[in-house]
């Protein structure tokens, strides 16, 4: 895959922001909790955690039944889209809560409600979306919000080589309905500045209409468009504790 760490950071830089690269192995706790040390000693602060990363391993795009794909293969997905996330928002919390305030936002999809590439991917994103319901009722008093991301197809370098490899792929997607990377991180940006969005955590919400929402475009203009009708439509609502135990 074209890219690096320091790309990443030139771009940053070129833009106006100030990029720190870090190399983190998602399955390495005491990793994760460097990071979050590093910036809670570099920045004295903690606004925002975006958990997106997750491990795809090539059997994860295989049109084959679960019962075939390599067992070490697919729990990298739940290990990397799940557990990681939760350590990683443990860590934030930590340092979230005694401020009174931030952001955790979690990537998750369509996939939550409707079959794609396989069961252990879709399991991820499903548990991802609970998991940030019941973040956001312990944190319902503390200032800090957990909200969940339902991003369509994104034109990552890794997903614009399945759609050239993986059957059936080139069919079901087009420029139409996919975003660049930045789409996603410009509806977060959006949502971190907005001074109401503690009213959203709770929630799971479809990024294209929150970019309508708060006036998002991707790159050139471009409106992405929601898959609501056609994918399936969220569960969890803000502040939606009707099966909470009280």
Known sequence: ????????????????GRGVALALDLLDDAQIRTVFEQVARDEGRLDLLVNNAMAIPESMTQRTGFWDKPLDEEWQIWNTGLRA?????????????????????ALSGYVGVTYTYDVVFGTTKTATDRMMRDMAHELRDTGVSAISLWQ????????????????????????????SPEFPGRVIAALAMDPASRSKSGGTFINAELAAEY????????????????????????????WSNR
């Open 215 to 242: 006036g998002v475009t991707d790159r050139n203009g471009r409106t992405i468009p929601s898959l609501r009708e056609s994918r399936g439509a969220p569960l969890w609502r803000p502040g939606d504790t009707s």
């Open 85 to 105: 996330a939760y350590v990683a928002a443990w860590h934030a919390a930590r340092i979230m809560v005694p401020q009174g305030s931030g952001l955790i936002a």
């Open 1 to 16: 895959m074209p890219g690096s760490l320091e790309e990443t950071v030139a771009e940053v830089n070129a833009r106006g």
């Open 152 to 179: 369509g197809f994104t034109y990552t370098e890794r997903a614009t080589e399945n759609l050239k490899s993986v059957p059936g792929m080139a069919n079901q997607l087009n420029s139409a309905v996919g975003s």
